[in-house]
């Protein structure tokens, strides 16, 4: 069982709709979750972290966290061309100092 | 206030060759993590260092990769005799204190082995 799942295709969405993606986890044990946006060619940018259940809004990102069922979610609302990206869940590893990455949901917003 | 810092950020090797890529972590940050991405793939962790430590090496290759973040100086990422399989982005992550929740990644090495 992978540690972080991203189970869906490339997303598109039109402009000023919500994009919607969702994450699942393995590590019961796991308190921090985030989210990266990764544009081509570039490095991973940190958009959102979440510790505790429930929703965390930041400007046009909310992240939910649900721990009992092991899932992350990130909705990105008033989708704009700039937040196509490919968006990668990522989730601290109980008793370690390390990242486990989703392989990432590609995001197209189409203008 | 410069980032994370990696050079070079493009590398071509020959298959056998030796790769060595640098990170300058963030000034004051002194805890490193390397991390490479495969094509269509998310990051995979490879390692943690601190200054003159190797603390988690658990998703490095037992053969070929080493790691090491010197008392002075950039930490270095070696592989040894690349193959074809090496060829991934390579990103560093540093932090100021033990706590990967605020690593700054840095901009990546992408070594292509031909």
């Known amino acids: 069982q992978k540690e972080v799942e991203q189970n869906s295709g490339p997303l598109s969405v039109p402009e000023g709709a919500i994009a919607s993606l969702n994450c699942t986890y393995s590590?019961?044990?796991?308190?921090?979750f985030f989210w990266y946006r990764q544009y081509s060619g570039k490095s991973p940018e940190l958009i959102m972290f979440?510790?505790?259940?429930g929703d965390k809004e930041d400007g046009r990102f909310t992240a939910q966290l649900n721990k009992a069922s092991q899932y992350v979610s990130l909705l990105i609302r008033d989708s704009q061309p700039s937040d196509s990206a490919t968006y990668l869940c990522?989730?601290?590893?109980?008793?370690?100092?390390?990242?486990?990455f989703g392989k990432g949901n590609q995001v197209v917003v189409i203008p | 206030n410069a980032g994370v810092m990696q050079n070079p950020r493009h590398l071509v090797r020959r298959r056998g060759q030796e790769a060595r890529l640098r990170c300058s972590p963030m000034?004051?940050?002194?805890?490193v993590y390397w991390y490479r991405q495969l094509p269509e793939e998310g990051l995979k962790f490879m390692v943690y260092?601190?200054?003159?430590?190797?603390?988690?090496e658990s998703g490095m290759p037992k053969e070929r990769f080493s790691a090491e973040f010197p008392k002075e100086g950039p930490s270095i990422l070696r592989i040894q005799q690349v193959v074809r399989g090496d060829s991934a982005a390579y990103f560093c992550?540093?932090?100021?204190?033990?706590?990967?929740?605020?690593?700054?990644f840095g901009q990546g090495t992408r070594l292509t082995v031909v």
């Open positions: 979440i510790y505790s259940n």
């Open positions: 000034k004051g940050h002194s805890h």
């Open positions: 590590d019961r044990g796991s308190q921090s």
């Open positions: 990522a989730v601290r590893v109980s008793g370690n100092n390390r990242l486990a």
């Open positions: 992550a540093s932090s100021l204190s033990a706590g990967v929740d605020e690593a700054f």
């Open positions: 260092l601190q200054k003159e430590n190797i603390i988690d």
